[in-house]
């Protein structure tokens, strides 16, 4: 692609409206997560410069999530005793992802079920909105999470602080209602964050604000952890760079969808990992490919990854310049502009539509929200796999079982060339056949022999066809031993018809290929023939 002057003006044009828009979230998410706001801007800064320059999405923005900094708020609160442990497993979950990058496992992240998606979403917008209830009342964040910002509302609802209260609602009212016509010049986050601010300035003086801002950025550090802390680290670190990606491959497929190109998911694990890396390093908030911000961008211009490097560019001029300007913000402007954005994240098309969701997906996705926004995130997104495979496997089973051909062959018919075969009568079925079409898992595995089995006693030869069989995986070769069994239990002959190389190489594998008679292996039904008159004639 050649890189010309209208490609930078998209790419410059891109990377400042998506700047504007990150800036109020980056404040926001930082404050939320327990690190304050200048590690919003931090994570902001480095997670979009490295993933930009690293990834493998053309036009994405990364940044801090809803997810990331929800699941970075238990990590403070409940895994790391200190904000040097935080930030060490912040490190640890980049060199993760980058490790997953490297292992080409990225493209399975796609395989996620939508449901299980769903219902995380939605959990993790409501838990944005409990979080944020109390300094829209001008309360202090709880550090026990939404939960904990359950049992401190009702305190907080007796001490309203009014100045706070209604510079939330204002900026609420303004993220609500702005013009979407306006939005194009001025991001509604971004009037939300000036008038909440300019309330507190002018008017509203009582209202909690952000307070001293760090000057520039902090040095690189990462203080060496200890071994009983890297054994406790495992499961946060897990955590946070599965939620990464997976974040990051989702918007990455937006923004397919959007510019019609294709990303690289192994490459885009590698960028987002060294992103999250330098993060933890400069004591910021880790972040992911951030939907928002990424849409921002492609609908102002931005086509390449110039866009976001512009866009870390802009927001590092401003932290190094603005940072005293930041301070007067408070949290409860930052507060009204969250709870906007955790009522956007909820999936409100699918919640609407639940009377007439099938029942096992709905459980599925309440299932995942329920557990994300009361136990944690990857308990959630673990149970949630686990109940949507469960799902998936009861529907191939009717699928795959459905493949099942079953069928007496008439002797007439089938021995119309063997005019010397001795039969006592000519219309019977002494021949069964019994033809495995399509793709055959662990899903049918247990239904095959009861479903087949019984047909196979009632003839003296039966044929089982492999001819349009795709797939056979360990347990569904393993039940067909078991029909061969079965076969030779009730004195029944059978002969294996159509095997291909694939499903040759898993039986032999199994050592179920070696246990059938030589000359009971054939091409087609006219050697099926011959062998079954052989066995009947004989």
């Known amino acids: 692609m050649n890189y010309d002057f209208q490609t930078f003006r998209g790419d410059l044009f891109g990377g400042v409206t998506s700047a504007i828009v990150a800036l109020p979230v980056a404040l926001g998410f930082g404050i939320a997560s327990g690190l304050g706001a200048a590690a919003g801007m931090y994570g902001a800064i480095a997670v979009g410069f490295f993933a930009s320059v690293f990834g493998g999405t053309r036009s994405q923005i990364s940044g801090p999530t809803p997810s990331m900094t ?4 238990v990590i403070v609160t409940t895994h790391a005793s200190t904000l040097g442990e935080a930030l060490a497993i912040v490190v640890l979950a980049g060199l993760l992802q980058v490790l997953l ?12 079920p939508y449901v299980v998606i769903s219902g995380f979403m939605s959990g993790i917008g409501i838990i944005i909105i409990l979080i944020q209830l109390l300094p829209f009342l001008g309360a202090p964040t709880s550090p026990h999470g939404p939960m904990g910002a359950l049992h401190a509302l009702p305190q907080a609802l007796a001490d309203v602080n009014n100045d706070a209260l209604l510079i939330a609602s204002v900026s609420l009212a303004i993220g609500i209602l702005w013009p979407r016509r ?3 010049y001025l991001p509604s986050p971004l009037a939300s ?4 601010t300019l309330l507190a300035v002018l008017w509203l003086h009582d209202a909690p604000v952000i307070g001293q801002m760090p000057a520039g950025l902090p040095l690189l550090h990462f203080p060496a952890p200890s071994v009983d802390f890297l054994i406790g680290a495992v499961e946060p670190v897990i955590i946070l760079a599965l939620l990464g990606s997976v974040d990051s491959l989702l918007t990455s497929l937006i923004a397919d969808s959007l510019t019609g190109t294709q990303h690289k998911p192994d490459r885009e694990l590698v960028g987002q990992g060294i992103g999250n890396m330098v993060a933890g390093l400069l004591g910021g908030l880790p972040g992911a490919g951030a939907t928002m911000g990424t849409v921002t961008n492609i609908r102002a211009g931005g086509s390449t990854p110039m866009s976001g490097v512009l ?3 802009l927001l590092l001029l401003l932290l190094l310049g603005l940072g005293r300007h930041v301070e007067p913000i408070p949290h409860a402007a930052l507060a009204g502009i969250l709870v906007k954005i955790g009522w956007d994240i909820i999936d409100w098309r699918i919640l609407t539509l639940v009377h007439r969701m099938r029942r096992e997906h709905l459980l599925v996705m309440l299932l995942t929200l329920i557990l994300t926004v009361f136990v944690d995130l990857v308990t959630a997104v673990a149970i949630g796999l686990i109940a949507a495979g469960m799902t998936h496997a009861q529907q191939l089973e009717t699928l795959e079982l459905d493949s099942v051909i079953s069928i007496p062959i008439l002797d007439q018919t089938f021995f119309s060339n063997y005019h010397d075969v001795a039969l006592d009568d000519p219309y019977s079925a002494r021949v069964g056949l019994v033809a495995l079409q399509g ?13 087949i089995g019984g047909d196979i006693k009632d003839h003296e030869v039966v044929i089982f066809d492999f001819t349009e069989t795709k797939y056979l995986d360990d347990s569904a070769a393993m039940v067909v031993e078991r029909l061969m069994e079965v076969a030779t239990e009730k004195k029944t002959e059978y002969i294996v018809m159509g095997l291909s190389d694939t499903i040759s190489d898993t039986l032999s594998i199994l050592n179920i290929l070696q246990q059938i008679p030589e000359n009971h292996l054939v091409r087609d039904i006219d050697e099926a023939r011959q062998v079954a008159y052989n066995l009947l004639g004989a």
């Open 311 to 313: 866009r870390s560019i």
């Open 193 to 196: 964050l000036l008038a909440g």
């Open 70 to 73: 929800v699941a970075m708020a």
């Open 101 to 112: 990058g490297v292992s080409k496992l990225g493209r399975y992240v796609a395989y996620t």
């Open 182 to 184: 306006l939005g194009r």
């Open 439 to 451: 793709s055959f898992t662990v899903a049918s595995s247990r239904k095959l022999v009861d479903i």
